[in-house]
């Protein structure tokens, strides 16, 4: 998955220069959060927190490029595929329940 992939540039790939934020600590602190959520994502169980992180990161992600002025359209795309595989994974995570009185 291309989360796992990013998650581990950011950990032991840092002087990437064109990173917009440069800070080693923050890249390898995103990199483990990224990784944790990806876990989280693959596991059935935990499927719902996992697709929440990743798309609350994808969605920073977003707006970091909106407001640096660079092309987001792909990442909001990636957005949508990471909430639309989730619905594919366990449907029923996305329909509400009726509480019958």
């Known amino acids: 998955m291309i ?5 581990l540039g950011k950990i032991f790939q ?16 995103v990199g483990i959060i990224l ?16 697709t929440s992180l990743l798309a609350l ?7 970091i490029h909106i407001l640096k002025e660079k092309p987001f359209e792909v990442v909001a795309m990636i957005v949508l595929g990471t909430i639309f595989s989730a619905f594919l994974r ?3 995570i996305f329909h509400q329940t009726r ?3």
């Open 14 to 29: 840092i002087n990437q220069p064109e990173k917009i934020i440069e800070n080693e600590a923050i890249l390898i602190v």
């Open 3 to 7: 989360f796992i992939q990013n998650g």
């Open 99 to 101: 509480i019958e009185e």
């Open 90 to 92: 366990k449907p029923k």
């Open 35 to 50: 990784i944790f959520a990806t876990i989280l994502f693959l596991i059935n169980k935990t499927i719902l927190w996992g």
């Open 57 to 63: 990161y994808m969605t920073c992600i977003s707006i």
